[in-house]
């Protein structure tokens, strides 16, 4: 079992729901007086916005509904249902520290429907080292984040879309995107930003829209992009993201999204607004395995 950390008294002080063993956790991922989240030296990796993300921080530093973030030394795991249309476990620090508290904590309490997910190498590492947890399939994916407003300008032409436009834009998931997880009227989906053109009678439409969804205190979080198949090519779903990235990063700190690697298109469109990536996996219980993962 992994060690305690010692830090429950600040873990209640912040709201934050512990695990049922002795594992202290991320009571240091609270938000001060502006809103922003706040951490206590060296109680989080590096780069923590995958970690922010899930903990779908309130502007009271209370995570989000059902979240539980567990801690074993320089490991943080944050378990957060129905996040971007899965259960999933966010994962980052020292692979040896990520394996205990993963394999010896997190999984046996929250049951095998959630999937962990974070830095492809510190994935790999938790699939080699627990029984019964196998890569995910589907193409590799990438988290991209930025910090900055994008350069060029947020172009004209893109705006926040009001209920009639959403509607549309709704229309606009069924004929071209339909698998989506962000989708207006989802839970999550907090707002829709779409640029339009002219059709050839002179009426106008919707032909890209992006989603703020799923975003908490730290970390906005943009989903859902799309563009018309016959106005793709014209640089609209680079109108769009730059416009919601703009507003996240303002609003938030941080914008960030995940995208399937094998979306070259895509992936060159959030470089424009200004988003860096690095690879991302997650894992997933195998079918009829037994031991910790089977929770």
């Known amino acids: 079992m992994a060690e305690a950390d010692g830090l429950h008294g600040d873990i209640e002080a912040a709201g934050f729901p512990v695990g049922t063993g002795q594992l202290g956790t991320a009571g240091h991922l ?22 922010l993300w899930a903990a779908q921080l309130r502007p009271d530093g209370r995570p989000g509904p059902g979240v539980r973030v567990f801690r074993h030394r320089s490991a943080i795991a944050v378990a957060s249902p129905g996040l971007s249309g899965r259960d999933r476990i966010a994962v980052g620090g020292d692979a040896d520290d990520a394996l205990v508290l993963v394999r010896d904590e997190v999984l046996t309490e929250v049951g095998p429907g959630y999937r962990p997910f ?23 994916f990438l988290w991209m984040e930025t910090a900055e407003p ?24 069924e004929d071209s995107f339909p698998g989506s997880y962000a989708r207006p009227g989802r839970p999550g989906a907090r707002r829709w930003a779409g640029a339009h053109g002219q059709q050839p009678d ?81 894992a997933a219980r195998a079918r009829g395995s037994a031991g910790p993962c089977q929770g």
Request: net charge neutral; glycine share 16%.
């Open 118 to 140: 974070g830095d492809a190498e510190l994935i790999a590492a938790l699939v080699r080292g627990i029984p019964g947890l196998v890569a995910a399939g589907g193409p590799g």
């Open 202 to 282: 002179g009426t106008g439409m919707l032909l890209a829209v992006a989603g703020d969804a799923w975003s908490g205190v730290g970390c906005g979080f943009m989903a859902g992009v799309v563009t018309r198949p016959q106005a793709r090519g014209r640089g609209l779903g680079a109108a769009v993201s730059r416009f919601v990235v703009d507003a996240l990063v303002r609003e938030y700190g941080r914008a960030a999204l995940m995208v399937d690697a094998d979306n070259p298109a895509a992936i060159s469109a959030y470089r424009r607004a200004g988003m860096r990536g690095r690879e991302f996996a997650a």
């Open 150 to 173: 994008p350069r060029p300008a947020v172009p004209e032409g893109v705006r926040w879309l009001d209920a009639a436009g959403e509607r549309e834009a709704a229309a606009l998931f």
């Open 30 to 51: 609270r938000a001060n007086d502006a809103g922003r989240p706040v951490a206590a030296p060296h109680s989080l990796p590096d780069d923590p916005g995958h970690l």
